[in-house]
């Protein structure tokens, strides 16, 4: 099983106070949405999707789009069509595949729009050195 050919529809953004204001604590929520799923052949499916990124009264981030899934196509739309649902090992790779291609797209779209990031980024500390001591790499994962 495959997904591939990513294509954004469209991506909205929008901050609802002004960059100064300071609201406190914004609690980030992200929801992928798979919208539909439509089969163009035995092995190939199309999956509409919405990923929604809410700031809360801060402001919102929203990507729609379409990807090529590979796999058992005639399944897939079976089961989405009966029952709006997708065989949780699909369902694992189609919303990985999103997550993984619009994340960056919409750390980028806050960046602009003056939102936190929605993901957390890592922090740097480094240690001071003791006189003596060998000097440390900084590693960051």
Known sequence: MAVRDFEF???EGRRYTK??????????????????????G?????VDFRIAISYGS???????GRLIFEGDAQALAREWRERHSMPTETANEIHTAILHTCIPETVLLAKDLGLPPPIPLPKVNIQEQKKGSAPSNMEVA
């Open 9 to 11: 529809i469209s991506i």
């Open 19 to 40: 960059r100064r204001e300071v609201l406190g604590q914004v609690k980030i929520d992200t929801n992928s949405t798979v919208t539909a799923v439509t089969e163009v």
């Open 42 to 46: 035995p092995r190939e499916a199309d």
């Open 58 to 64: 801060l402001g919102m981030l929203k990507i729609e």
